[in-house]
């Protein structure tokens, strides 16, 4: 078998230690070509891996179910394997890089017997950019192959790019038996390689995403004077054509794609303000010649959560869903040979198939139980290809990626943040962005109100140790002259009765206007003890059926809460351990002396 499938010696090598050890009976180059593609869509429904759906309704559209133990990512079984524990920090699972190789080499060995290895070569970002950067992600999987040529840039100008480089990530994925007691997603930032295997679900198999583009990407940053961020970048067009961009991290459940792809309600609509989408998950943070923060979105596609996505609530990631994109774990509705799932309308399909493949009566829906009785699973997926996006923005592939003006951090807190605060500075923003935190809100996860700490939204995508983490942040203040203000959202304040105040949706651009005007120093803001809150007269709220009070209410700061939060930030930083930087507890005493004051 001729394992040598480019001129660079490198990945030749590595193949064919790979092939040795998986042992496959074929092995194809992916060459990122449509016609090849198209083989393999083929080739994947007549073995039932994929189901053709309805072409005049979803055009070149794909059906594709996981196994019903494999449904999404696994932090418990993601480990980050670094020569020294404390590397890896007290977040991260943590595996002794020698043990993990020997461990996972037992599971892969034969794994390929009888099936095609695929050699997937990829970029990260435009081919060729400053910002790029090349991985090969071998895979015995059409699926995952079909999923890597929307969510990445596939093909042999990778290779080309690549030149005779060693400087590429290596990822080795197997379905193998897909065992969920020997499920691993392991790291390992000092060789620049991923191991993934008995899993197919994309979350844990697209090594380009998470994987690279978050955990190893977060590594070399830290190494090369970058970052890599779990945040959406929107752009915001003034009616005279000037376009601000945003970056905001969000933790999941918090409506970070419905931001990234926000449609100005009326009030803006109607004076000629547009909004543009440069990335709904992921952003690469570089310095500008400037002074400023440039980013980009190192991926190509969107792998959205399909329950909920509808016309009201995300028009345009459900119109970038109607062609060219593969859904799973989805319903599929029989009479019309299309999809549905939970949210999307309020027409369940009367003869259709759930996510597990079996005969669905939607009569039987239990919201306490919806993994069982629902027609797609919770988590189900539509991977679609962003130059199908509505409002996909213009600089998409522009290889120097946009300047960031400001970066918003969010989270889901019932009475403690207010709907908008702007950091004193940036050490200030990066205690802000490290002090990020969730309330469960449903039973099913637990005890409703228990707080997630999330910093940054990186909690389970950090490479290395959190400390280390917060202190590289803390460095990039210092390197970016021209560095973007730091703000911090919540989208989800309630009454007593429980419900959202804030309307949420495209009125929290009514939110970001303020933000933006807060970076241009157009409008004043009240000093607080936790940052610059808004003078209510400076958020527009023209239209919506919430009074000025309601508004006060909304941006005021309850001290007592805050003071209550303190101790659970203080227990996190312990949990984080010896290598949270002195800024930051700095910025703890300093938040507490004002608050007592």
């Not at 994309?202 to 690279?212: A, H, M």
């Not at 190494?223 to 945003?246: C, F, N, Q, R, T």
């Amino acid at each position: 078998m001729n394992t040598n499938v480019t001129a660079n010696k490198y990945v030749n090598e590595w193949i064919a230690e790979m092939v040795e050890l998986v042992k496959p009976s074929d092995i194809v180059l992916i060459d990122g070509t449509e016609a090849q593609a198209e083989a393999l869509r083929k080739e994947a429904c007549s073995t039932g891996e994929m189901i053709k759906l309805n072409e005049t309704e979803l055009p070149n559209c794909y059906l594709h179910r996981t196994a019903i133990n494999d449904v999404a990512r696994v932090e418990n079984r993601t480990f980050i394997c670094t020569s020294k524990k404390e590397d890896a920090g007290n977040i991260n699972n943590w595996m002794d890089p020698k043990e993990c190789y020997a461990k996972l080499s037992k599971l892969y060995d034969g794994s390929y017997k009888g099936k095609t290895m695929y050699v997937i070569p990829y970029s990260m970002s435009v081919v060729g950019s400053d910002f790029a950067k090349y991985g090969i992600e071998l895979t015995d999987s059409i699926y995952v192959v079909l999923n890597m040529l929307i969510m990445t840039r596939v093909g042999l100008n990778v290779l080309e790019a690549l030149g005779d480089s060693a400087d590429f990530i290596k990822g080795l994925h197997a379905r193998a038996d897909i065992d969920e007691e020997n499920r691993y997603i392991c790291h390992f930032p000092e060789d620049n390689t991923i191991w993934s295997v008995n899993s197919g679900y994309g979350g844990n198999v697209l090594l380009g995403k998470k994987c690279f583009a978050l955990r190893i990407a977060s590594y070399l940053g830290r190494k090369e004077g970058w970052m890599a961020e779990h945040m959406l970048i929107l752009g915001i067009e003034s009616p005279d054509g000037e376009v601000k961009y945003i970056s905001a991290a969000f933790p999941s459940a918090c409506g970070k794609t419905n931001l990234a792809m926000l449609i100005p309600p009326e009030i803006y609509k109607s004076k000629g303000y547009k909004t543009w989408c440069v990335g709904d998950d992921i952003a690469w943070l570089r310095v500008g010649k400037d002074g400023r923060l440039w980013a980009v979105n190192p991926e190509n596609g969107f792998f959205g959560v399909a329950p909920g996505t509808n016309v009201n609530s995300n028009p345009n990631a459900l119109a970038t869903a109607m062609r060219d994109t593969i859904f799973t774990n989805v319903c599929h509705n029989l009479d019309n040979n299309t999809v549905w799932w939970e949210g999307l309308d309020k027409n369940p399909p009367k003869n259709a198939l759930n996510w597990k493949g079996e005969v669905w009566d939607y009569t039987k829906y239990d919201k306490a139980d919806k993994v069982n009785t629902s027609g797609a699973h919770p988590n189900s997926r539509f991977t679609a290809m962003a130059a199908n996006c509505p409002c996909l923005s213009d600089k998409f592939n522009d290889p120097a990626g946009v300047p960031i003006s400001a970066i918003v951090f969010g989270g889901r807190r019932a009475k403690t943040a207010p709907l908008v605060y702007q950091s004193f500075n940036w050490q200030h923003g990066t205690f802000v962005g490290s002090i990020m935190a969730s309330e469960t809100t449903a039973a099913a996860a637990g005890a409703v109100g228990v707080v997630r700490r999330d910093p940054m939204a990186m909690r389970p995508f950090v490479g290395y140790d959190m400390g280390d983490y917060w202190a590289h942040w803390l460095k990039m203040g210092k390197v970016a002259a021209n560095a973007p203000k730091i703000f911090h959202v919540n989208w989800f304040r309630t009454d007593d009765e429980g419900n959202f105040i804030w309307p949420g949706f495209g009125d929290n651009m009514r939110v970001l206007m303020w933000i933006l005007a807060r970076c241009e120093d157009k409008v004043g803001a009240t000093e607080t003890a936790i940052g610059y809150v808004p003078n209510p007269d400076d958020i527009d709220i023209t239209g919506l059926d919430i009074s000025r009070d309601t508004l006060v209410e909304l941006l005021s700061v309850d001290k007592a809460l805050w003071l209550e939060d303190c101790a659970g930030i203080e227990d996190f930083y312990k949990q984080v351990g010896d290598r949270v930087p002195a800024e930051l507890y700095d910025e703890l005493a300093a938040l507490k002396d004002r608050l007592s004051k």
